[in-house]
């Protein structure tokens, strides 16, 4: 046996297995008391060791792919730009070391909770493998006291909460009142809210929210603000998702810009917090959006699209903002300039894919004439 040392893990190599494969459990100190913060989800409960292995193992050869392919080498991406495996059921008993019967197990494991798909490439061909992203929604929250009572969520009592995690939008009937700030640096959880064992305790839905959503970029005014008008935990926390899934979309996408053009750039990542005013300003609109639509006697036809549009315009405009105001942000801050996201939104439905990106992300000091869109 040998200790692990600081200079031997980066010689080490590991498969990966996505957290949410694991229940895990977190503990919050609240003056002495405990609270028991436990994560788990559909992948960690149904799925086998061995899936999970396996899953780990597969990813390592998508990851191996996405090199090649930086490398030139295209032979296992499709004409959409995904990675696929080759392997006959022969090759995974190999890689996985494991009998014909497991390996079959873990492939309808793996499909069952979405996470491969085949496609059929014909008579005497193998199939193709897709390995797919797992799904945040299948996590599950559980909150519990330092004794192991469960806690119900004081606000789930009437509604069960929608598993689709689908937006619900509209302020609740009883408003979110004086919503605190769960600073767990001073032990403070709640004025309201006590762990105690002889009560029939909960924690309200707003107070989790925010709780674990303390390590975001987001500031307290937004989450605040999120929570307030969110109809429950599961379409807070859709919100706050969406708002990563989209910044990482447009990183990735600027990203890829450059590297067709060959040009380097150390502005692809957009910090979150430098943009957070602009940010709450756009959350504000989402929800005004949604309540002038209940007062006229209508509805969003598609909730969870209009608000991923709206933040992923508003993510675009941060880079343009970025891209064009170089100087600005280096040696200063940097806001939205006022009408960017109408500007962003107004370029994209009158430009082709290839001339909106050239406006979006072409540098400054490359860029044609942009007057007819910047004025």
């Not at 090759?91 to 014909?100: A, N, Q, T, V």
């Not at 897709?130 to 330092?146: M, P």
């Not at 937006?167 to 809210?193: C, H």
């Not at 996201?341 to 004439?369: G, H, R, T």
Request: glycine share 4%; hydrophobic share 40%.
């Amino acid at each position: 046996m040998a200790d692990i040392k600081i200079n031997q893990i980066a010689t080490q190599n590991f498969f990966q297995i996505p957290q949410i494969f694991m229940t895990r459990t977190e503990k919050k100190v609240d003056g002495g008391k405990i609270l028991k913060i436990k994560y788990t989800s559909d992948y960690a409960k149904e799925l086998s060791n061995d899936a999970k292995l396996a899953y780990a193992a597969l990813y390592n050869r998508c990851q191996l792919s996405i090199k090649s392919y930086e490398l030139g080498k295209k032979d296992f991406v499709d004409e959409d730009g995904s990675i696929f495996l080759i392997y006959t059921v022969e090759d995974l008993m190999d890689l996985l070391d494991k009998s014909r019967g497991t390996v079959i197990k873990i492939k309808k494991e793996l499909n069952k909770l979405g996470l491969l798909r085949e496609v059929r490439q014909g008579l005497n061909k193998p199939n193709k493998l897709y390995l797919q992203l797992v799904d945040a929604s299948h996590q599950i929250i559980e909150f519990y006291d330092e004794l192991g009572n469960s806690i119900v969520l004081s606000d789930d009592k009437s509604e069960a909460l929608d598993r689709q995690g689908s937006l619900n939008f509209g302020l609740p009937k009883n408003e979110l009142q004086e919503v605190q700030i769960l600073d767990i640096s001073k032990n403070e959880l709640s004025n309201t809210t006590h762990i105690d064992t002889k009560l029939d305790t909960s924690i309200n839905w707003q107070e989790s929210f925010l709780l674990l959503s303390e390590n975001t970029f987001l500031d307290k005014t937004c989450l605040n603000y999120i929570a307030k008008c969110s109809s429950d935990y599961l379409a807070a926390k859709k919100i706050v998702d969406m708002i990563y899934q989209t910044k990482k979309l447009v990183c990735r996408e600027w990203m890829d810009y450059l590297k067709g053009r060959k040009v380097v750039s150390d502005l692809i990542e957009i910090v979150g917090e430098d943009f957070n005013q602009d940010l709450f300003h756009t959350i504000q609109r989402i929800f005004a959006k949604n309540k002038i639509l209940l007062n006229q006697g209508k509805s969003f036809s598609n909730k969870d699209g209009f608000v991923f549009k709206t933040l992923l315009n508003f993510w675009r405009a941060c880079a343009f903002e970025l891209n064009h105001n170089q100087l600005e942000y280096l040696y200063g801050t940097i806001r939205l300039s006022e009408g960017r996201e109408i500007q962003i939104a107004k370029a994209e439905k009158e430009l082709d894919k290839q001339a909106f990106l050239n406006f979006l992300y072409l540098p400054k000091e490359d860029s044609v004439s942009l007057h007819d869109w910047t004025k």
